[in-house]
């Protein structure tokens, strides 16, 4: 395994660690030294990845913001409204499904929230485009606090403990679902989610 392989690795290990920390002790309450402990290297060994605390809890967060934003950017292409709502719900959920414990952390954790912040600054600010992709360009009140209700809701049903033994797939049709009844999208043809789950 080469040097560069072995860096990656101990780097992946490292956010992994730290992700799973943060979500038992939050972003406050766990150290550097807490995840070289929990690694089995030295502080040191960390300090060669991330100079601060903040710096992993940015690395953390960084591949569903780029997962996000690209998601984001590919609904913007879709030729019809209904296909860019679709395209950006359906990026929305699987970002919740793929990353429980991140969405978990960002309910529940201003560490995270800040971390996130710092990693969009100077960039439009997610949430906004967002909301203007599900709104569109000049939404009424009703239909601005209907999209942030569902947002808000989407994210907290799919980082709640309580889903988590649900796997993946019945999760995100579910989520999925709620999200295009929420938005008034109509009913998706084929069969139900408890039809596909027999």
């Given at each position: 395994m080469s040097g560069d392989t072995v860096a990656e690795d101990t780097r992946s290990r490292l956010l992994a660690t730290a992700l799973r920390l943060f979500s038992e002790h939050g972003v406050g309450g766990t150290s550097l030294q807490m995840i070289a402990d929990e690694l089995g290297v030295t502080k040191a060994a960390v300090y060669y990845h991330f100079r601060t605390k903040d710096e992993i809890t940015e690395a953390v967060a960084a591949p569903a913001l780029q997962e996000l934003t690209a998601r984001m950017a590919e609904a913007e292409r879709q030729r019809?409204?209904?296909?860019?709502?679709?395209?950006?719900?359906?990026?929305?959920?699987?970002?919740?499904?793929?990353?429980?414990?991140?969405?978990?952390?960002?309910?529940?954790?201003?560490?995270?929230?800040?971390?996130?912040?710092?990693?969009?600054?100077?960039?439009?600010?997610?949430?906004?485009?967002?909301?203007?992709?599900?709104?569109?360009?000049?939404?009424d009140l009703a239909t601005t606090i209907n999209v942030n209700v569902m947002l808000a809701g989407l994210a907290l049903a799919g980082g709640a403990p309580e889903q988590a033994h649900l796997d993946d797939e019945t999760l995100r049709t579910h989520l999925f679902d709620i999200g295009r009844r929420m938005l008034g999208r109509p009913r998706r043809r084929g069969p139900k989610a408890e039809d596909r789950d027999s």
């Open positions: 019809t409204r209904g296909a860019q709502i679709d395209h950006a719900l359906g990026g929305f959920v699987d970002l919740i499904v793929r990353y429980r414990s991140l969405i978990a952390l960002f309910n529940s954790d201003p560490g995270i929230i800040r971390a996130i912040e710092r990693s969009l600054d100077g960039v439009e600010n997610f949430a906004a485009r967002m909301r203007k992709l599900l709104a569109g360009p000049d939404p």
